[in-house]
């Protein structure tokens, strides 16, 4: 058989024993060589593109792309769904189409999708990866173990327990039980806590469920969608979660909770878990943590962080002093540095001061996968993670966050989001100085998105409508010439959302500004 054929029913019968009870010898590491060597002659020009697309940026385009008979920048081949399905040309073969086949559609695969390597990716809360992360990738693709007990994942398992008990410390959690456990993504970590807090505070709950209380929860105006999720998911429904209006700057009002938190008790309601943000999806805010812990102290609240965002300036102590003062009252917090850090998709942490409460809250024997003993095990002594999370397929994710710090240190990931918040200040300088622009944003930017309009002379006209559709049409021409980003409805239209990660260049935004005054010109804005 060769490299390229599929294998056939008779490759596997001829991998049977023989009639001496011999079988053939194994050749599935020089498969996996000869696949790796091919694969990698596709993404390392798909990377290199990015590379040199960045010489460039500063002018506000990309450079010009020939390959493609479609309008084609290194940021992206843009297609509506009906046209993309026939381009890729999915099918699901009868035979298999070996390694021809495979090496097509991962082509195919480069070619429509997002390059998020290109300095024009400034659409969502991450950007690309690096190195180490691709190296990550890569061995845990190898292993592929669960992390659900000890037995099957003994390296990775420590990783993770060491990771988070670092991660713990950092946010301020220095008990003997501190720690915590990764998670498939920063919605995943809040609904998490959610329970935890539940059956922890009532502790009753985890058997009889609700039993006729009204549970009560909340968040910031601007919070992450997640934690309403979680209340219709978990049987509280989506009025449970109550929004607690934000100051101008986007912060929720702490007096104002504890008005809502009196008036919840008063109609027979049972508030139990705070959400306080580190990092707004929009404006990219921060809650006063002191002011709600002070709250959450008075009415024997769960104080939840959703860092899922902001909150990886734990790792700079400038901006953790600045935007995450009272972080360590917390019960739970949770981090993604997916996000911010470069770490692959998907690393996530929920982390705890008391991690006793997490097995308290979540253990649920099961002979069949856990052999700890049935009586209370000490936190440390807890190897089978699964125990302490909703679920049972767990991936290595901690191992991505522990070899990026082994490979760049502490002082990398500092400096890494000094740079990045620098580049968010400057773009706002940028915007501040153009007549045409109008900024969304506090100044300077509380985190690492730019908002703002764009409206020639400085004046925004009252049809709000008018307004999204110029935003809207803007950021659509824009993919044409390298540059990807979002937009936001807001009481006078949608506006530019744009994300600065830790990759970007100051010469980058300079070059959007470019991009944004050329397009409106060409839309004759």
Known sequence: MTANAPISLTDIEGSLPDINGQEPPLNRADEVKELLDAVQKLIIPFIRAADEDARVKHTSHSLAATSSIFPRTTLVEQHPPHLLEPLLGLETPGEGKGKNGLLQMVQKILQYSVNTWDQGFMDKLYASTNAVGVVSELILAVLNTNVHVYQVSPA???????????????????????????????????????????????????????????????????????????????????DAVKKVPTDAGGMMRADLLNA???????????????????????????????????????????????????????????????RLQGIERANTVTISPHK?????????????????????????????????????????????????????????????????????????????????????????TLILSNPNFILVSPYPPPCFQVCFFWARGGKLGEDV????????????????????????????????????????RRETVEGLVKAIELVAEELEL
């Open 340 to 428: 911010m850090l470069g770490v692959p998709m998907t690393c996530s942490f929920l982390l705890g001061r008391d991690l006793r409460q997490f097995w308290k809250a979540m253990t649920l024997p099961a002979g069949y996968l856990f052999h700890n003993p049935k009586s209370t095990v000490p936190v440390s002594d807890i190897y089978d993670l699964a125990d302490l999370t909703p679920q049972c397929g767990r991936r290595g994710d901690s191992l991505k966050l522990h070899l990026a710090l082994i490979y760049h240190g502490l002082p990398y990931y500092s400096a890494l989001l000094s740079h990045a918040h620098a580049t968010a200040a400057h773009l706002c």
């Open 260 to 322: 809502m938190v009196q008036n919840s008790k008063a109609e027979g309601e049972t508030p139990f878990f705070v959400n306080a943000t580190a990092g707004t999806t929009v404006l990219g805010s921060f809650d006063p943590l002191d002011e709600i812990a002070d709250v959450c102290k008075k009415h024997g609240l769960w104080l939840h962080v959703d860092g899922s965002w902001g909150g990886s300036f734990v790792f700079n102590a400038e901006l953790k002093a600045s």
């Open 156 to 238: 990775l398992t420590l990783i993770e327990k060491h990771t988070t008990r670092f991660l713990a410390s950092l946010c301020g959690f220095d008990l003997e039980h501190s720690g915590g456990i990764s998670q498939p993504g920063g919605s995943s970590s809040n609904s998490t806590a959610i329970i935890i807090a539940r059956n922890t505070l009532f502790p009753e709950t985890k058997k009889e469920g609700h039993y006729g209380r009204r549970f009560a929860i909340f968040t910031s105006a601007h919070g992450h969608y997640s934690i309403e999720k979680a209340a219709q998911m978990f049987g509280m429904g989506s």
């Open 465 to 504: 409508d008018e307004t999204t559709r110029v935003t809207e049409e803007i950021v659509r021409k824009l993919v044409l010439k390298g540059w990807m980003m979002d937009f936001s409805p807001g009481a006078m239209g949608s506006f530019f959302r744009v994300v600065i990660s830790g990759g970007t």
